[in-house]
């Protein structure tokens, strides 16, 4: 019973994550152009340095930058930066408290790394991917049902 439950949720659950994975990317490279076009750099201080490790391995991820800033009208801004594993490890290891971000100026909470690369079009894709593939399971399990289902019984 569970497994035909679990079969079930598996191309409707693949959809929703795939169509939320692709927004998230739309967002962040809406975000990423909005600071290419008019963003403003600007030193901040790193506060803190997290990171995750895995209980068995003890292996490192989820790093994140809190730092704080001033924008251009002295406004005070705190944020907190999702990095790869070798900025967070430099930034953690490393003795510079000083971090370049870049802001945008209508919303001073919208902040990434100055020399962050715009990664959104992996994250639409790979969002795309998963809710075609989605479709597809469910397309091919319809199919399968009604030819079964108009195939005459063999006695």
Known sequence: ??????????PPALVLIGLGLAYGGFTEGRDFKAIADHGKTVEATLDQVTWK???????EK???LEVHFETETKQPVKAALSVSKDVGQRFRDGNDNKVMVKYL????NTVILANAKD????MMAA???LAVIGVGIFVYRRRKASAEAAEPAVA
Request: charged fraction near 25%; aromatic fraction near 6%.
């Open 62 to 64: 989820g790093f994140k």
């Open 127 to 129: 969002g795309g991917a």
């Open 119 to 122: 990664d959104s079009g992996i």
């Open 53 to 59: 490790e895995k209980a068995v391995s003890g292996r």
């Open 1 to 10: 019973m569970f497994a035909k439950l679990k079969s079930a949720l598996l």
């Open 105 to 108: 100026p209508e919303s001073p």
